[in-house]
């Protein structure tokens, strides 16, 4: 599990270095992609939970950027390019949720999140390709 922990961490840096380099945020935005990078590490703790509070925070990213008065930095992004970080960020806590129920001892739940991962990463790679 430390493995699993060292390496979205170093993702998470990535990350949110990378966000920085794209899309050149300001100090709302730099909050939300800081708080989607950060939530997800309570997966590890608590997985259940974790997974739900990362989920919330992925649905009120907007609300909560309203709410810090950085609805205009968001509108500034360049099309595309805030919904593309929204998956990448997506996939972040996915991943960690994943990764978590690698380690469940029951098959059927184990072998539906293998498929549900894969459902949705295969969602991704699809937006990323066509852009709809």
Known sequence: MRKSVLFFLIL???????????INPGPGLIFII?????????IFKWPLWGTIISLIVDGLDVVIADFL??????????????DRG????????????????LGW?????KNASKVLFVY?????????????
């Open 69 to 82: 008065g950085s609805l205009n930095i968001i509108s500034k992004v360049p099309e595309g390019v805030y």
């Open 120 to 132: 949705r990463a295969i969602g991704v790679i699809l937006f990323e390709i066509t852009n709809i």
């Open 34 to 42: 800081l708080l989607r990078i950060i939530i997800p590490f309570t």
């Open 12 to 22: 998470g840096i990535l990350l949110f270095f990378y966000s920085i380099i794209t």
């Open 105 to 109: 001892k029951e098959k059927i739940a």
């Open 86 to 101: 929204d998956k990448i960020l997506d996939m972040f806590y996915l991943s960690m949720a994943f990764v978590t129920s």
